[in-house]
């Protein structure tokens, strides 16, 4: 994964936090070799998200309640809308103790400018998205859970 520990496209930063840009993220997704964290609020994901299997909406205002569905054992991609917030989420996973956590530069913003696909309110489908995407257990019908 190539990652830099200073965003490329956006202003804010914190020590300590990993970003990567939207083009290397896409081999990851082919592979499915990252679970993706999508901290923008409901109303916000309901409009525009990424299109993948492991994806799983977290919003920061209850990110907190949901560190137990989110693995410590696999990649993380925390995505908001400018790279902010998942930068925030970003550093708060690295301090309890999360070890492959990066942020997604610029957010869905710059992952849009990059022409990369999205899905849009009307192909929303109501599935939980806040489960574990441990594999096997998310409970999302992904090859892993069947």
Request: glycine residues 6%; hydrophobic residues 35%; proline residues 3%.
């Amino acid at each position: 994964m190539t990652t830099t520990n200073n965003p490329e496209i956006q202003i804010f930063q914190l020590n300590g936090v990993k970003h990567i840009r939207s083009e290397n993220v896409i081999d990851l997704i082919k592979k499915n070799e990252i679970c993706i964290i999508d901290v923008r609020e409901e109303e916000e994901f309901k409009i525009e998200y990424i299109d993948y299997d492991n994806l799983f909406l977290h919003p920061m205002s209850v990110i907190m309640d949901r560190l137990e569905f989110i693995p410590k054992n696999i990649p993380l991609l925390i995505v908001s809308s400018d790279g902010v917030n998942s930068t925030k989420v970003a550093n708060l996973l690295n301090r309890q103790a999360y070890i492959d956590v990066v942020n997604l530069d610029g957010g869905l913003n710059a992952w849009k400018i990059k022409g990369f696909k999205t899905v849009k309110n009307k192909d929303y489908n109501s599935k939980d998205l806040s489960q574990s995407c441990n594999k096997g257990t998310c409970g999302c019908s992904c090859e892993s859970c069947g």
